[in-house]
DNA sequence: ATGGTGACGACGG
DNA sequence: TCCGTCGCCACCA
């Protein structure tokens, strides 16, 4: 499987994932049977564009712990996946130091397979 | 070749 | 629960 494979593996994947529902870069990473990358989950959502943004819910990936990925300093794409989320009726909560977390006992969605 | 770098995750204190 | 640390793996300078 090459990156390409990969990548579209990832989207179809993600376009499983059912509106008001969150999972993460790591589950993902496990339904398409390779369980080890989850960091590429998230490279390959990086490189989304055109209609791939607009048929792919890259926002209902988040990390393990619920946290929304910040992408540093400076960027905004954090606060577009949260204005994303609450548009759809995902509450998303802010911590203390200004982190930005979904519950996912309550959003969640983390099924064996698909 | 080699060391650094992520939209990450498991584990231990 | 909150951290630090370590493991992970494709890419890139």
Redesign the pocket.
């Known amino acids: 499987m090459?990156?390409a494979e990969f990548h579209a593996a990832v989207y179809e994947m993600v376009r499983q994932i059912p509106a008001q529902r969150v999972t993460?870069?790591?589950?993902i990473?496990k339904l398409i049977g390779m369980p080890?990358?989850?960091?590429?989950?998230?490279?390959a959502?990086?490189f989304?564009s055109g209609d791939g943004i607009e048929t792919v819910p890259?926002?209902r990936?988040v990390?393990?712990?619920g946290a929304i990925?910040?992408?540093?300093p400076g960027t905004d794409?954090a606060q577009r996946?949260r204005e994303e989320l609450e548009a759809e009726g995902v509450e998303v909560v802010i911590?203390r130091?200004g982190e930005m977390r979904v519950d996912l006992r309550t959003w969640g969605w983390f099924p064996a397979s698909v």
């Open positions: 090459d990156s993460s870069y790591g589950h990473a080890r990358h989850s960091r590429h989950v998230g490279q959502l990086k989304l890259w926002h990936v990390s393990a712990s990925s910040s992408r540093g794409g996946q911590g130091t």
